[in-house]
């Protein structure tokens, strides 16, 4: 599965339906998905209408990921019109109906709080639904929920093991899913050989340490994000920040992706492609799936 994050205020993160859109007529197996959409930040009725779009594009290959947090500044937040992550339980409900009803899995009742409000346009079938989960919280929400969970370890910066035990635990069968389907999301960079792997992950991993002091600043140049590592080799946190990332070659991160999978409990797990550059995140998946 192909996933695209959903967060404004950071280049190129604002659309995950645009390249879902594009990307679904230029393949025709890989899933694809957003991962995920800040679901306070919009309509549920027209999050639920894009979906069923990108649905008709691809149908039985659309993931509908969604996230409880802003995933942006208060003042951002703002901007969107945000609800609030407290809104989250009643815009995921209100987006599952909106599914089911234009799926004709499960219409809309005169009863329901959206009666006579309809998504458009009707389909045959529907996006799977994930929450993307950064805690043992919004795993239960998932659990309790009925849809698939992702657990995003690069931005919970925590093992996901203890919450995909909790989501697997208690998960409840819904129309949406019979059995829990769990994964592990986490940054991963592959190349020919570990020193180059090193050197490539430079502009990340001096992004992410100065990310710690407040404000982002984005490293274009390998030497200078090389140069400011070094700078700070002896920051206590810079070992924190080695470690969110997987980085080797090939065989050393599919080891260690496969050894995250098993110690998780995961079913699936998630590559966040890192590089300086398209080429070199392209080569890395390349190479981890030929691993």
């Known amino acids: 599965m192909g996933g695209r994050a959903s967060q404004h205020r950071r280049a190129g993160l604002a659309g995950p339906e645009i390249l879902i859109a594009a990307a679904s007529q230029i393949t025709s197996t890989i899933r694809l998905g957003s991962g995920g959409v800040m679901l306070v930040n919009y309509s549920p009725l027209k999050v639920a209408e894009v979906f069923m779009e990108l649905e008709a594009l691809a149908p039985g290959r659309i993931d509908l990921g969604v996230g409880r947090a802003l995933g942006t500044d208060q003042r951002t937040g703002g901007a969107l019109r945000s609800s609030g992550s407290e809104a989250f339980p009643q815009y995921f409900a209100l987006l599952c109906a909106w599914l089911l009803d234009a799926s004709g899995t499960e219409p809309i009742t005169d009863a329901h709080p959206a009666r006579e409000i309809h998504a458009n346009p009707k389909g045959p079938s529907h996006p799977d639904p994930f929450l993307l989960c950064t805690s043992v919280d919004s795993a239960l929400f998932a ?52 020193e180059e792997a090193e050197r490539l992950a430079a502009p990340m991993r001096a992004g992410n340490l100065a990310t710690l002091d407040g404000g982002r600043r984005r490293f274009t140049s ?57 080429e070199s995140r392209i080569r890395s998946l390349e190479l981890i799936k030929q691993a």
């Open 143 to 194: 659990a309790q929920a009925g849809v698939g969970m992702v657990f995003a370890e690069f931005i919970a910066r925590a093992d996901g093991g203890p919450a995909v035990a909790a989501y697997k635990g208690n998960f409840r069968p819904s129309v949406f899913r019979s059995e829990p389907l769990a994964g592990i999301a986490t940054i991963a960079l592959a190349a020919e050989t570990a």
């Open 222 to 278: 390998i030497p200078e994000a090389q140069a400011f590592l070094a700078e700070h080799a002896d920051d206590p946190r810079l070992a924190g920040v080695m470690a969110r990332s997987i980085v080797g070659d090939a065989a050393t991160v599919k080891a260690r992706l496969d050894s995250k999978a098993a110690s998780t409990g995961a079913d699936e797990v998630f590559v966040m492609a890192v590089g300086p550059d398209l």
